[in-house]
């Protein structure tokens, strides 16, 4: 047992980014900054494997490794971390995709590595918080505290021709718009719950058995809804996505990497943790309007993917896409109608499953631009072709992952996805009918638009020739790029092959929550 | 006829008198003391400043009132008498250097600054209509001196003129209300006018002591001599006045109408709620406009003003209380942030410009950072202070069911982040301007920023205590 384990996990990477503040300055600076915030970030990763992994019990429905303080007393706000089959994989993953972000950076991030590297962590804090609290006041203070490092990240280090400012201040209002709804709706539900001789509280666990509002549908509905803008911004939902392809075009290759891998997830994750076992009436009432946005969402996001000539703005519309399923899961599962637990349990376990593999897939594809910028610098699909033969290590590893992001069985992707369909034609099965249409866009996006324009055709010698005098020069996948995929294309095979290594742990959850609400 | 001798509790008003005294020691320091010892003066000031916040604390839970209820000692005095001391001990650590640069290092300076802390201190004890209005013209006076203390600066003077027109104009409005409302009850005691009966004077003396108030806190539509004051004002004064006169007129503006006009106050609460939102609105909306710093603190200290209305429509306990964790909380975040306005400046020049602020994060990276995280606690970002204060704020106006207030502040608060974060784009994002040195930071300005940081990031993540401290020490 580790003690307090759960609050090292958060407050490491804050230790970490003071100590990177501190380390003197001089010539070797930056490297012995790039090295240590590398080395450092390992730990929360060793942290969060060996508790998952060793000591975390797939079976167990309640939260584990919880702690839990009185902090604002006169308010009875609480520091309450603990997690559970929901958290535990997103908590992994971000600790993962940290790593992975800070160990590419360490080389390609030339300027002011001081300030990304702190950034970095101080985002991690904030990530691994969002997953652990338990409180609802802490969960908006980490939501929060996230927001200012991924502005920093966009705004300084952000692509200069694709207007980085602009984009993160879009990101930044965007996403604060939803949350400052969100906070009034969590005084709300605090105040509801309150009465003469009892404070209320802001606790998730109690506010889903205690479920505020109960009884006034106009008022549960109000908080619902400010709630849902705030995640549905996050994830993002159609009509709410439009800040994520400028976000995800400007920023450096880690940032966008996170904030697909992990920030999207947040605004799932708050559905699961929040919007379905507090408010399961105000849910299922309206379920049909949030699984036509999960749809639009699906088959918009995969045509207005492809039609992008950028491949960085082709991935960010993916994700909308992508991202769809996965409330398309949530919605399934909490549908009014004759479906058993079995049917809404494995919706709910492609929805939470799609959420891990979205962070490992376009987490990789992010990865696999970023590395193909630093060489062309250039994202237009058209001036690519050819590279599969010119760049067979890069070919192979961009097939897999778009291979996985696709579907294709025996790849992570196939096994979420299948999940969800195979929920929600048991509860919604017009629209899951109408959903399937975004798989096959979303074959032909990634088969047409990236695979046939990047890999296959010929390769023009002459033009990257000439480019080479302005600094382009293609060459294949160096050691450090490899080493920073791998883990990446393991875990697409991996859960590919053999989904019940996570899959367990999620259905004791999805079960768990889902027979709360389900008669 | 039998004169009685009113019951002298010098115990109650000590903190007031000690900063008194010291004002008049300052004063006559000035008279003894070299251009080069001035400085001494200053630390004179520290030292009479603290000892009255020692003397304060003294009063924790005296309760009692004295000087046939003319003064009051509850906790609710207690707090802001404690946080309008915090800021005037952060204003004048700033001062020390700030006033060599500007060649305006006097003993007046430093006694103007005290004179004015005994009126605010007054101010917040003052349990009587007419010790109020002495109060408010104690504090309000030596402002208008300071106001106008850079006398070859014609901005400077204009700032005073201004504020001193204005200031007189809203004076006659409140001593104009007064006389209403002693018409009506008989009394200018704020317990005794509680216990009398409503009448239509009294409403319209209550409107006028409204307007009185308004002018001082700068509440829309009363706001108007804000923007050139602040801009014309010694830099310092200017966060001086942002912070402790609003501290002080905020603390008699609650009393005056939560102890001697509660039933009134019920009336005037939909016009409270109504301004609230239009001072919100404008300040933020102004202040989205300004490229003069100064001037966009003081269209943002309007805005703070709204936000604290809110908390004074919500009335209750949580109102309160929420309104002295943010004004304690406003009083530490905007010191900071003028603070480091102040730490810029190269000798008289200052960096009034946001575009002035380009590629500090790289020659002053301390400085950014903070400077960074009192905006952010300005904009009302977890976990600094400024969250917590909102988080209060808005959480009182849901309580007592003003909850569309409360999306109105709220809304509000997300539009003042765009400006908020306009300077810190500018250091982190932009290119150093032409013309500025390397910022050098006088040792006292570090020490009042660290002491301004650590007190928002404290309240930002350790709330409860303070808030405990807020909670219910309004005596009636």
Sequence with gaps: ?519 | MSLSVPDLNLRIIAPVLIVAISALVVLLGELVTSSAQKRGLGYASLVGLLAAGGAAMGLWDAHAVAFREMVRADNFGVFLTLTILAGAVLCILLSFDFTRAHRIETGEYYALILFSVTGMLLMVTAADLIIIFLALELLSLPLYILAAFKREDERSLEAGLKYFLLGAFSSAFFLYGIALVYGATGTTNLARIAASAPSEMLLIGAGLLLVGFAFKVALVPFHWWTPDVYEGAPTTITAFMSVAVKAAAFGAFLRAFLVALPALAMDWRVVLAIIAVLTMTLGNVAALLQANIKRMLAYSSIAHAGYILIALVAMGGAGVSAALFYLLAYTLTNLGAFGAVIALGEGERERLNVSDYGGLARMQPLLAAMLTVFMLSLAGFPPFAGFVGKFLIFGAAVQNGWAWLAVVGVLNSLVSVYFYLRPVVAMYMSEPVEGWGAPRVAPLVALALVLALIGVIALGVFPAPAIALAAGGLGR
């Design chain 1, 1 to 519: 047992m580790v003690p307090f384990a759960l609050s090292l996990l958060v407050l490491l990477p804050l230790v970490g980014a003071a100590i990177v503040l501190l380390i003197p300055k001089g010539q070797k600076s930056d490297s012995l900054i790039k090295w240590f915030a590398v080395v450092w970030s390992v730990i929360p990763l060793l942290l969060a494997s060996y508790l998952w992994f060793v000591l975390f019990d797939p079976n167990a429905s309640k939260m584990q490794f919880e702690e839990a303080y009185l902090w604002i007393s006169s308010i009875n706000v609480r520091y309450h971390v603990g997690v559970d089959g929901l958290s535990m994989p997103l908590v992994w993953l971000t600790t993962l995709l940290t790593v992975l972000g800070l160990f590419y950076s360490s080389y390609v991030i030339h300027e002011r590595a001081r300030e990304f590297f702190f950034m970095f962590l101080l985002l991690e804090t904030g990530m691994i918080g969002v997953f652990v609290s338990l409180d609802f006041f802490l969960f908006y203070v980490f939501w929060e505290l996230g927001l200012v490092p991924m502005y920093f990240l966009i705004a300084i280090w952000g692509h200069a021709e694709d207007r980085p400012q602009y984009s993160a201040i879009k990101f930044f209002l965007y996403t604060l718009v939803g949350s400052v709804l969100m906070l009034l709706a969590i005084i709300a539900m605090y105040i509801n719950t309150s009465t003469a001789t009892t404070p209320g509280t802001f606790d998730l666990i109690e506010l889903a058995t205690k479920r505020p509002f109960a009884n006034d549908f106009v008022f549960a509905s109000l908080a619902f809804w400010g709630i849902f803008l705030a995640f549905a911004i996050k994830v993002p939902l159609f009509p709410f996505h439009t800040w994520l392809p400028d976000a995800h075009t400007a920023a450096p290759t880690a940032g966008s990497v996170i904030l697909a891998g992990i920030l999207l997830k947040l605004g799932t994750y708050g559905f699961v943790r929040v919007l379905v076992p507090i408010f399961p009436q105000v849910f299922q009432a309206n379920v049909l309007p949030i699984a036509i946005l999960a749809t639009i969402s699906i088959v918009y996001g995969a045509l207005v993917a492809m039609a992008q000539t950028d491949f960085k703005r082709l991935i960010a519309y993916s994700s909308v896409n992508h991202m769809g399923y996965v409330i398309l899961g949530v919605a399934a599962a909490v549908a009014i109608g004759g479906a058993n637990l079995t049917d809404r349990a494995i919706a709910l376990n492609g929805a939470m499953l799609q959420m891990f593999n979205h962070g490992v897939i376009t987490g990789a594809l992010f990865f696999i631009v970023g590395i193909l910028y630093e060489r062309a610098h250039t994202r237009d699909l058209k001036s690519f072709g050819g590279l599969g033969a010119k760049t067979p290590v890069y070919g192979a590893i961009l097939l897999t992952a778009s291979f996985a992001s696709l579907g294709l069985p025996g790849l992570a992707g196939f096994i979420s996805e299948f999940m969800v369909f195979r929920g929600a034609f048991a509860t919604l099965p017009l629209i899951a009918t109408i959903c399937v249409l975004g798989i096959v866009f979303g074959a032909a996006m990634m088969l047409w638009k990236v695979i046939q324009n990047v890999l296959l055709g010929v390769f023009d010698e002459k033009r990257w020739a000439e480019q080479e005098k302005h600094g382009v020069k293609l060459y294949d996948m160096t050691r450090f790029e490899v080493i920073t995929l791998a883990p990446l294309l393991f875990l697409m095979v991996l859960i590919g092959v053999y989904p019940s290594v996570i899959l367990n742990t999620l259905n004791t959850i999805s079960v768990a929550i889902l027979g709360q609400i389900v008669k």
